[in-house]
């Protein structure tokens, strides 16, 4: 499933090739994509407006158009955003489920094989900051995020730490590999409740969500299943992963054996001796 990095990767790419042109039109092929509303009324709200910006919010793509009209795009579980030029054949048709056609000729194609990828079109600037206020939380590659700020996020919170991390609302963008790989990099157990977590442990926290993102981008993201980026190229994050995936390989750090568990509901991958199980509290 693409992550921060995976869908900052796309969007690097996409923004010197999108900004500036116009967008001559967009054909939903698959209504799910857009539903509930109508494909023919999203079409009409975004064709033959000027493209100004291609932003990055958590997950998700923004789209933003003149006259303040935004096209919000979110990949979930298999959608890719391919960027295909006029001369070339389209690729797999098959799961093409979108295509933005710009004023040069270039196309940008959103193919999904799972169809869980959805785009909507929000007018108004108020509309935006509403979708995103009432789904994301701070942005862990911006401004305001800080060890103070997740040490106020985290302040109180029974909810184990691997958990909160990938709860959208509270920090957005992270999922399950980075979250396993900054949890990593802290030392901290992805089972340890999050509000007992110190000072200096929430500080190693912060540093490292930040660093394994940024990792996550210079390296142009991970593919595992089946991310591409807009041009097609995997990722190659999958390669530098400290422990995700690495069940019985050993620690980087120690050598100890990797294991596997599960927390908030996925698989979760740790070493035994650097990030040590939380005690068990006593009554
Ligand atoms: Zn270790």
Not at 192 to 213: C, E, I, M, Y
Request: proline content about 7%.
């Amino acid at each position: 499933m693409p992550e921060l990095p995976e869908v900052e990767t796309i969007k690097r790419q996409l923004a010197p090739r999108m900004e500036g042109r116009v967008l001559e039109s967009l054909e939903v092929l698959d209504p799910r994509w857009c539903e509930p509303a109508h494909p023919g009324e999203v079409a009409d709200a975004v064709r033959g407006r000027r493209i100004e910006a291609v932003r990055r919010r958590g997950k998700y793509f923004v789209v933003e158009l003149e006259d303040d009209v935004h096209l919000v795009v979110h990949l979930r579980m298999t959608g890719n955003l391919l960027l295909v030029a006029e001369a070339d054949d389209e690729p797999g048709r098959r799961h093409l489920r979108a295509r933005l056609v710009l004023d040069d000729g270039n196309r940008v194609l959103f193919v999904d094989q799972r169809r869980f990828g959805t785009g909507i079109v929000l007018l108004g600037t108020p509309a935006l900051e509403d979708y995103f206020g009432a789904r994301l939380g701070v942005e862990p590659l911006g401004p305001d995020f800080t060890p103070e700020a997740l040490r106020e996020l985290a302040s109180g919170r029974r909810a184990p730490v691997k958990a909160f991390l990938l709860t959208q609302e509270r920090i957005a963008g992270v999922g399950n590999i980075y979250a396993d790989e900054a949890l990593f990099r802290a030392r901290i157990h992805p089972l340890r409740p999050v509000g007992t977590l110190k000072r200096p442990q929430l500080a190693a926290l912060h540093d490292a969500v930040v660093v394994s993102l940024e990792a996550g981008i210079d390296a142009r993201g991970a593919t595992i299943d089946d991310f591409r980026d807009a041009d097609g190229a995997r990722g190659s994050f999958q390669d530098r992963f400290l422990v995700h995936l690495r069940e019985g390989e050993p620690c980087v750090r120690c050598g100890t054996t990797i294991r596997k568990l599960r927390a908030a509901g996925r698989g979760t991958y740790v070493c035994p001796k650097c990030q040590p199980r939380p005690r068990k509290r006593r009554v």
